[in-house]
C-alpha cells in the first residue's frame, strides 16, 4: 500500500479527489487502510442500526494486507471465501488466481502452462491412485492424501510426508520456503530474521546474518487514515538462512522427484535468475543511477517515457521470466519474459538513456558508458561494424559451452 505500484494507481492513474484505481483495483489485492465516516467534528457517522459506516473507498475490501479500524492487520477472506470458508477451496490454485495473475506476476497462467498445473487439471477429483482429493475436510498431506500434482498451497503451503515418514507441518506463510527474491529490480537470496522482540522480517544476501547482531526492521504503523514507514535497529535473535529455506521446498519435492532431479531443476533455476541479473537488472540499475545523480532521471522518472520503459522492464518481464522458471513454464520464461527484457532494454531503454542525456548535454559521458557496456561477451552481437567477426566469436562462445 505504500509502494511505488500504489503512486502508479493514485497519482499518475488517478485524480486527487477520485481513489477509483485504487479502491477497485490495486487495494482490492494488497488491501486498504479502513476508514470510518467522520462528521466535521470527527465523530463516528453510524447507520440507523448503529453500525459504524465506512468509508466506501476502503470498503468492501478483501486485500490480503488490509488494515483493520481496531489494528488488526489482514483478512482470511482473501483465500478463504465467506460464501465456503472450507480449507478444500482454499487449496485449489484458482483461489489464488484473484491476485496472481498479469503481467507483473502471473503465477496463474504459468501454473497453467507448467507440467505441475497440466497434471493437475488432467487429474480426478475425488479419491483414488490418480486423483487429488483436493475436497477433503481438514489435512491435505502430499504423499498420503494425493500424489497426482502439486498447486500453490501445495508446495507454498502444504503439509507433506517427508522421506523419513514424518509428516512435515503446513504453513500460513507462503514465503516460508522461498530462497529468491523475485520481485526486486535484482534478485537477491532470502534469509529470514527473528529479532529479540519477536518481530520478523527478510534480509536480503548470500551470506546469512548472524544470531546476535543488528539489523535495521522496516515496518508500516497507521496514523489516523495514513501509513507511516518507521525504520528501527533491533538485535537478531535467530535465523532461518536462504539454503535451510530452499531445503524445506526441496524437502517437498522429494515427494515425487528424485534428488538429482531437484538439483539440475535449482541449477536451471540459479542459472536463469543469475542471466537476468548480470546481463540487464544490475547494468540497467547501474545507469538509472546514474541518471539519478546527474539530475537526469526525475523524480519518481516517470515523467519521461524512460521510466516506465525501464519500470516495466524488471516489474513486468523481468519478473515473468524469474517467476515462470521458478515454475517450469517455458514461454513465459522466454518469450513473456527473456525476449520481452532483451527487446527492450535493447531498442528502447538504452536508446532513450542516450537521449536523455543528450538533452541534458552529457551525450558523450553516456555514449561511453553504453559503448564499454555492449563491448562486454554478452552483447556482443549488437556491436556495429565487422558483424562477421561478431559472429565468429558467438560461434567460438557456443563450440565452447556445448563442448563442456
Known sequence: MASLDNMLAEVVGGMPTNKANMASGCWQCHGSVLALKRDKDGNILRSKTDAPQLDYNTWPNTGIGRINPD????????C??????????????????????????????????????????????????NAMNIMKD??????????TAPTCSTCHMGA???????????SHNVGDRISWNLRAVVSNKLNRVTFADGSV??????????????AQYKTYVREGNRLKKVVTEKTIQSVVAWQQRRKNMQDMCKSCHGVNQIEDFYKQFDDLVDLYNEKFAKPGAAIVAMLKKDGIWENTGFQHKIGFTWFEVWHHEGRRARMAVAMNAPDYT???????????FYQE???????????AGQGEKYKKVIAELLAKPEHLWMRTGGSAETMKLIEEEQKLRYNQ
Open 80 to 129: 478463504h471465501s465467506k460464501h465456503s470458508f472450507r480449507a478444500a477451496v482454499a487449496r485449489q490454485p484458482e483461489n489464488c488466481g484473484k491476485c496472481h495473475l498479469g503481467p507483473d506476476h502471473p503465477q496463474k497462467e504459468i501454473y497453467e502452462e507448467s507440467k505441475h498445473g497440466i497434471s493437475f487439471y488432467s487429474a480426478q477429483r475425488g479419491e483414488g491412485s
Open 349 to 359: 531503454f538504452l536508446p532513450e538513456v542516450q537521449e536523455l542525456a543528450d538533452h
Open 160 to 170: 507433506f510426508v517427508k522421506l523419513n515418514g514424518s509428516v512435515a507441518p503446513n
Open 138 to 147: 481438514g489435512k491435505w498431506i502430499l504423499g498420503e492424501d494425493y500424489y
Open 334 to 344: 522466454h518469450w513473456h519474459g527473456m525476449y520481452e527484457i532483451a527487446r527492450n
Open 71 to 78: 489494528g488488526t492487520k489482514g483478512v482470511c477472506i482473501a
Open 201 to 214: 522480517t527478510d534480509i536480503s544476501g548470500e551470506i546469512p546474518p548472524r544470531a546476535g547482531q543488528k
